[in-house]
């Protein structure tokens, strides 16, 4: 069994959809479904149901038994082949990061500063999603990244276990304790001093992220805790909240988009700020401590000027 192999049954297993993972292995649904018989035929176990779904793809009583061991054998080999590439003297750009959001937490300023001080040096930019990002750093694959996350890192699972796994750097960049939430203007007008989450019972809360962060409870977790407190269930759905079209159906709908910010301007849309918010939003720098590289050096630095000027 070699580590693609490996790779395409851990990815499988997160997905739980063979068509997700196909794409994000970049491979055809049938070298999945070739790569998942080939371990099978191995192990002489099966590891997936095949229903009547197509693209499903539901683990057997044997494939949650083993699972696990071979997500800790796809992580050792990253780590490995992470801590090799970094003490390579690898050319090429600074490779950073960013988190698919439609508003900044200070990173735009950042690489804007880098660069600037930094002319002769290339910096290539890379947006994705946080649990991915910790992949490719572990992985040598991203000299660094930056997060954004609700609540404190030690209270989301998967990061709290790459910080004990790794020698690893969380460098502070910004800290939002405030929450809005974009809904209708003619909704927001009713609140101008802002309003308890009571006061949205009846709507629809958007959230966007990946499976693992969810999973993890560190986006919808303070909005369900406030629900429970008003006595009602939190109506949740899942929409591409990066994109403006999101924003149109606010104010159509009885729908509402969280937000740390209120700085952008939709049509027809107006921001109410949560009164009772007691969570905090806040974002990181995240690289390894064994990356020997001048130019993460030099970007750390921009990022400590950024925070000295605050």
Same mark, same amino acid.
């Given at each position: 069994? #070699?580590?693609h192999?490996i790779?395409t049954?851990?990815?499988?297993?997160?997905?739980?959809n063979?068509a997700?993972a196909?794409?994000?292995?970049?491979? $055809?649904?049938?070298?999945?479904?070739?790569h998942?018989?080939?371990?099978?035929?191995e192990?002489?176990?099966?590891?997936?149901?095949?229903?009547?779904?197509?693209s499903?793809a539901?683990?057997?009583?044997?494939g949650?038994?083993?699972?696990?061991?071979?997500?800790?054998?796809?992580?050792?080999?990253d780590?490995l082949n992470?801590?090799l590439s970094?003490?390579?003297?690898?050319?090429g750009?600074?490779?950073?990061?960013?988190? #698919?959001?439609?508003?900044?937490?200070?990173?735009?300023d950042?690489?804007?500063?880098y660069?600037l001080?930094?002319?002769?040096?290339?910096?290539?930019?890379?947006?994705?999603?946080?649990?991915e990002?910790?992949?490719?750093?572990?992985a040598?694959?991203l000299?660094?990244?930056?997060?954004?996350?609700?609540?404190?890192?030690?209270d989301?699972?998967?990061?709290?276990?790459?910080?004990?796994?790794?020698?690893?750097?969380?460098?502070?960049?910004?800290?939002?304790?405030?929450?809005?939430?974009?809904?209708?203007?003619?909704?927001?007008?009713n609140?101008?001093?802002?309003?308890?989450f009571?006061?949205?019972?009846?709507?629809?809360?958007?959230? #966007?992220s990946?499976r693992?962060s969810l999973?993890c409870?560190?986006?919808?977790?303070?909005?369900?805790?406030?629900s429970?407190?008003?006595?009602?269930?939190?109506?949740?759905?899942?929409?591409? $909240? #990066?994109?403006?079209?999101?924003?149109?159906?606010?104010?159509?709908?009885?729908?509402?988009?969280?937000s740390?910010?209120?700085?952008?301007?939709?049509?027809?849309?107006?921001?109410?700020?949560?009164t009772?918010?007691?969570?905090?939003?806040?974002?990181y720098f995240?690289?390894?401590?064994?990356?020997?590289?001048?130019?993460?050096?030099r970007?750390k630095?921009?990022?400590a000027?950024?925070?000295a000027?605050k």
């Amino acid at each position: 069994m #070699n580590v693609h192999l490996i790779k395409t049954i851990v990815t499988v297993a997160q997905c739980s959809n063979f068509a997700e993972a196909a794409y994000q292995l970049n491979y $055809t649904p049938a070298v999945v479904s070739k790569h998942i018989a080939s371990v099978e035929k191995e192990l002489g176990v099966k590891l997936f149901v095949r229903g009547n779904k197509a693209s499903g793809a539901e683990m057997t009583a044997e494939g949650r038994a083993v699972i696990y061991e071979l997500i800790a054998m796809q992580e050792a080999w990253d780590k490995l082949n992470g801590t090799l590439s970094m003490l390579r003297d690898k050319p090429g750009p600074l490779k950073i990061g960013t988190p #698919n959001k439609r508003w900044s937490y200070g990173e735009e300023d950042i690489i804007t500063d880098y660069i600037l001080e930094n002319p002769e040096t290339g910096l290539e930019q890379i947006h994705g999603y946080a649990s991915e990002f910790l992949r490719q750093v572990g992985a040598g694959r991203l000299d660094g990244a930056f997060l954004v996350v609700q609540g404190e890192l030690d209270d989301i699972g998967f990061i709290r276990e790459f910080r004990q796994e790794r020698e690893c750097e969380f460098i502070p960049v910004e800290r939002q304790e405030e929450m809005y939430l974009a809904v209708a203007q003619e909704y927001a007008a009713n609140y101008p001093e802002g309003a308890t989450f009571r006061e949205f019972a009846e709507f629809d809360i958007a959230f #966007n992220s990946d499976r693992l962060s969810l999973a993890c409870g560190n986006n919808m977790m303070p909005f369900v805790e406030l629900s429970r407190k008003y006595g009602f269930e939190l109506r949740s759905t899942f929409l591409d $909240t #990066n994109d403006a079209g999101v924003y149109r159906l606010a104010t159509q709908l009885k729908l509402a988009i969280p937000s740390p910010r209120c700085d952008r301007s939709y049509p027809g849309v107006g921001y109410v700020r949560l009164t009772d918010w007691s969570g905090c939003v806040s974002s990181y720098f995240v690289c390894m401590k064994k990356n020997p590289s001048p130019a993460l050096k030099r970007f750390k630095a921009a990022i400590a000027a950024r925070s000295a000027e605050k």
